[in-house]
């Protein structure tokens, strides 16, 4: 008695005489189907074997309306027929033969294509099939063997847009295969495959069997197994290894290369069965397995067993396709859940071996394991094109605000990029046609554009005007480049954007009788400095675009390669990165909003607050940088970065190193007010600002690169140094070796900013909850210590160099002061010395998690003095002083220390405070600033283009840890206080 069909069952289908219904070839391989390519996956032909490759001509019964696994299958039933081949999808039709021109020739009787599909229904009826017999007395249950017709269900709603395409048909094999010239690669392949609405003639019947092999041994791979090899020190995902054979966990595989190098043989062991011998031949990581039972023991054997070599079945081991195994020998100590052991692969040592059993779920009548894979490349695109779009939400924003700034014009930028070395008038001369565009568009804008480049002149004439002009506007002139600020340019205009000089009105300040006070009032910000800036942070913009660019295609492909080898991608590590680009996006995103000028009651321009306040304080990094820029390479080029946080920090960057963001609290108090005027008395201290030195000091210490000096070699590192980083090595014998980067950052503020320096570290601590002076993070010096440290800088500092540094007495209030604070937290100071310092200081009681009674101040302070003394004696001996007046031109000087007070005019905190508020206020929004450059376009830092360059040449397994892991530690963000590194 034939057996009955069930829902669950694994089937073949075979039309007579053409062979069995079989899935072969990727449909977006062949660009001639790209209309079907987005949703099909392989083409259905017919073959003469009934599986031609592992699963390719099975195919598993689902049912559409809810019956049960295991229950018969009728005829007039609804079902999915799900292709066994791996990854295959369902039966689908899909695409009007009149639509594919490859299959337009076998119409009338072809109605439309067959493939298949990752969606088991994929457009309304198109992957269902109703059961319908092949006569019509026959009803009820179907049974091996039975001929049976396939209908499609499309439409399952019964609606249809277009009377000439509404029902789809029965399933046929239809067409030579051979005769196409398109399949040219499947020339075994017997027939299409398609469905018809014709009656007669056609091929519409298919003989249905069961896929029940006699043989004990599957082709199913029922044992699936997670592996990691351990390789220098860490366990690396080697994919995974799906072991066709028996059902049975397997508890000991010994394999070895054959005597021939052409494959691997040996004996594999499954829970209750015994040993069995097996040959496998290689192609790239897949293996064409034989096995063959061992009869030489008396343990049970597997049904159906016999002395014949078994069918070839497949295993898949692993994700490394460019390396022959030649040895695994592991065992199970739990009956099969894991296995541990070695593996050897080719040219490489033996590497430690070990593997899960992988947990699977029947779903849908498919065996999976992972339910939903949240590694699938679709969702990172998905990402990808978020941060894509947010990126370009920027530069819209960057338009809109260099647009906002009063006497922000063409002229104004082309000039200032000519000035710069831009060559503007070449740049618009040689891309005239776009200038003609803009005309034809927009003729009255356009004649005026036109009018304004031919009142202007030519480069030639320009440039002998800024040479002509004065000797600080002929050093600037050279060549860089900077067509990437022309093509900015070249959009403003195409955007009308910026006003052209006849279009902007004149500002009531400036206009004729206005008040020569009032005309001073108006251009006492640096507007030309505002304007480099921003070009700068645009110049930014376009590096942080390409980097993109990079990481993302990078991103994109790994997780794709390693999801084909069956390899865990580093999600991790590359959503690290995302966060941390987004992080700078957003920085770059702020940088720009907050140099917006707003507009006033009158609906003119006018500068904000904060847009100024932002002026004075990129021009304090600016001028922090001056004493040492000339051991920075390419210093001309470094461009810090203010803008306003919710923190204190200088963040570094893994793709470029020109450019510096230094963050600033929102709620520091303001370096400037736009409401000040002369006869106003100034009453707010930006304490805060005085950190932006610090902050600084951060890249001096690690970029600025010093005359090797053997002096500092000590028999325990033996090595010269070339940046302050490389000098503290020499320090690493001290017990606060931890602490050298931010006791140089702490240093340099106090050799730039002199005591304004401590008074800004004190008021960041201060501010602070008062037990957190006692918090150890291994990278700051501990706060109760810190503020003594610094005044003890200025101590050295004053030995070092006295004609600059005059701060014994100012560092004796400072300590003073510290000590006051302390004392008004509860702490008790003991035998407070001349200096203002105590020896020790002890804790209140119910300070908590510290065992300690006391702070031992006078230790601390020992073993940290020669740390301090070393980085200050290179420092006194690298550094340029600079000016102490202000330039005849009216730049601002940047000597050191910033402070022109000393001991013996400033006897009191309050004076140097009156210096801060000087220092920070209107002055230096007005005044220039030497050597402030437009920076040129850079190329991705060449120490990241090197890192990708050997991690794409490595072991893709290794991606994460040699592609991802650098561009992460490249990132890194520095505080004055707090825990430093990634967020």
């Known amino acids: 008695m034939a057996k009955s069909i069930k829902i669950g069952s694994i089937i073949h289908l075979q039309n007579e005489g053409n062979g069995y219904l079989d899935t072969r070839g990727l449909v977006r391989n062949k660009p001639e189907f790209w209309n079907v390519a987005g949703t099909e996956i392989l083409f259905v032909t017919t073959n003469a074997n009934r599986d031609r490759d592992r699963g390719s001509g ?28 791996p990854g295959a999808g369902y039966l689908d039709c899909c695409g009007w033969v009149e639509h594919l021109p490859e299959f337009s020739q076998y119409a ?74 398109v399949f040219n690669d499947q020339e075994d392949q017997l027939k299409f495959v398609f469905t018809s609405t014709q009656e007669a003639n056609i091929a519409d019947k298919w003989r249905i069997t069961l896929n029940e092999p006699p043989e004990a041994i599957n082709n199913n791979p029922a044992n699936t197994y997670y592996v990691w090899g351990k390789e220098r020190e860490k366990w690396v995902d080697f994919g995974i290894f799906e072991l066709s054979g028996y059902s049975e966990p397997i508890v000991a595989l010994n394999i070895d290369l054959t005597k021939e190098n052409d494959g691997l043989e040996g004996t594999i062991s499954y829970k209750g069965k015994a040993p069995v011998t097996l040959k496998a031949k290689r192609e790239q990581n897949r293996y064409s397995i034989e096995m063959q039972p061992q009869n030489t023991t008396n343990e049970s054997q597997p049904d159906n067993e016999t002395d014949e070599t078994q069918p070839i079945i497949e295993w898949t081991l692993g994700g490394r396709n460019d390396r022959n195994i030649i040895n695994i ?28 059993r992988a947990t699977k779920t029947l779903v849908k009548g498919e065996s999976k394991t992972i339910l939903y894979d949240f590694f699938q490349q679709g969702l990172w695109e998905a990402r990808i094109k978020r941060i894509k779009e947010a990126l370009q939400t920027a530069v819209i924003e960057f338009d809109d605000v260099l647009a906002s700034i009063e006497e922000s014009s063409i002229e104004k930028l082309i000039e200032m990029i000519s000035r710069a070395g831009g060559k503007s008038y070449t740049y618009f001369e040689k891309d005239y046609y776009r200038l003609e565009r803009i005309k034809k568009k927009e003729p009255a804008y356009g004649e005026r554009v036109l009018t304004l480049f031919q009142n202007i002149g030519n480069d030639d004439a320009v440039d002998t005007k800024i040479k002509n002009e004065d000797a600080i506007a002929e050093k600037i002139v050279h060549d860089v480049e900077l067509d990437h600020l022309n093509e900015k340019l070249a959009q403003l205009l195409k955007k009308q954007k910026l006003a052209l000089p006849l279009e902007m009105a004149m500002p009531e300040e400036l206009a004729p009788g206005a008040s020569p006070d009032a005309q001073s009032e108006h251009k006492k ?11 700068n942070i645009y ?77 004075v304080t990129d021009k304090l990094a600016a001028r922090a940088m001056a004493p040492l820029k000339e051991f920075i390479t390419n210093a001309e080029d470094i461009i810090p970065i203010t803008y306003f946080s919710n923190r204190v920090n200088i963040r570094q960057l893994p793709y470029t190193d020109k450019f510096i963001f230094i963050g600033l609290m929102y709620d520091l108090t303001q370096p400037i007010q736009v409401a000040d005027r002369k006869d106003e008395e100034i009453t707010t201290t930006p304490f805060e600002l005085m950190a932006i030195p610090h902050e600084v000091g951060h890249f001096i210490y690690r970029y600025v690169n010093l005359p090797k000096n053997q002096q500092h070699s000590t028999p325990s590192t033996q090595q010269t140094y070339e940046t302050f980083a490389t000098m503290s090595k020499m320090f690493d014998d001290k017990p606060y070796y931890h602490w050298c980067e931010e006791i140089f950052a702490d240093l340099y503020g106090c050799f730039i900013a002199g005591p304004f320096a401590v008074l800004g570290m004190q008021a960041l601590i201060a501010t602070e909850e008062k037990h957190m002076v006692l918090k150890d993070d291994n990278e700051h010096p501990t706060g109760i210590f810190r503020p003594y440290f610094l005044s003890e800088m200025l101590r050295v500092l004053s030995d070092l160099k006295p004609s600059h540094y005059q701060f014994e007495k100012i560092a004796k209030l400072l300590d003073a002061n510290w000590t006051a604070i302390l004392e008004r937290w509860g702490y008790v100071a003991e035998n407070v010395k001349e200096n203002g310092r105590p020896s020790r200081i002890h804790l209140p009681k119910e300070v908590p998690n510290h065992t300690e ?43 050191i220390p910033w402070c022109i007070g000393n001991d013996s005019t400033n006897n009191t905190l309050e004076d140097y405070i009156r210096e801060i508020q000087e220092l920070a206020h209107y002055k230096l929004a007005s005044k220039p600033i030497s050597d402030f450059h437009l920076s040129s376009k850079s190329q991705m830092k060449e120490s990241l283009v090197e890192t990708m360059a050997y991690a794409l040449k490595g072991r893709i397994e290794y991606i994460g840890e040699n592609l991802f892991k650098p561009i992460l530690d490249g990132w890194g963000d520095k505080g004055p206080h707090g825990t430093g590194g990634h967020m």
């Open 58 to 85: 099975s195919w598993r019964i689902i049912s559409a309306t809810g019956k049960k696994d295991g229950a018969d299958l009728e005829y007039g039933d609804k079902i999915h027929l799900l292709n066994m081949y």
């Open 329 to 356: 020998n592991v065992s199970s100590p739990d009956n099969g859940h894991t296995f541990n052991g070695t593996i050897s692969y080719e040219h490489e040592s033996p590497i430690e071996f070990k593997g899960l």
């Open 853 to 895: 009674s006391f702070i031992n101040v006078d230790k601390a302070m020992e073993l940290v003095k020669p740390i301090i003394e070393g980085f200050a004696s290179e420092l006194k001996r690298h550094a340029t002083f600079g000016p102490i007046e202000e330039t005849p031109e009216g730049e601002q000087p940047t000597k």
């Open 525 to 535: 910000i640096d507007i030309d400095f505002q304007l480099k800036q921003l070009l």
């Open 108 to 181: 009338p009787i072809a109605r439309c294509a067959v493939f298949t599909s990752d969606s088991f229904n994929r457009d309304n009826g198109t992957g269902l099939w109703e059961i319908q017999s092949d006569s019509p007395d026959k009803v009820g249950t179907v049974s091996e063997s039975a001929h049976i017709r396939l209908k499609n269900g499309f439409p399952a709603d019964g609606k249809f847009v277009d009377v000439n395409f509404s029902q789809t048909g029965v399933l046929i094999a239809h067409g030579d295969v051979a005769q196409n010239d």
């Open 539 to 615: 110049t930014l913009w376009l590096s942080m675009n390409e980097f993109w660019e990079t990481l993302s295609t990078q991103a994109r492909k790994s997780i794709e390669d390693l999801n084909q080898a069956n390899i865990l991608p580093p999600v991790d590590q590359v959503r690290a990165c995302f966060r941390q680009f987004t992080t700078d996006f957003e920085i770059i995103q702020n940088c720009i909003q907050q140099r917006r000028w707003v507009e006033n009651e009158k609906n003119a321009a006018n500068e904000n607050i904060q847009a100024t306040s932002l002026i």
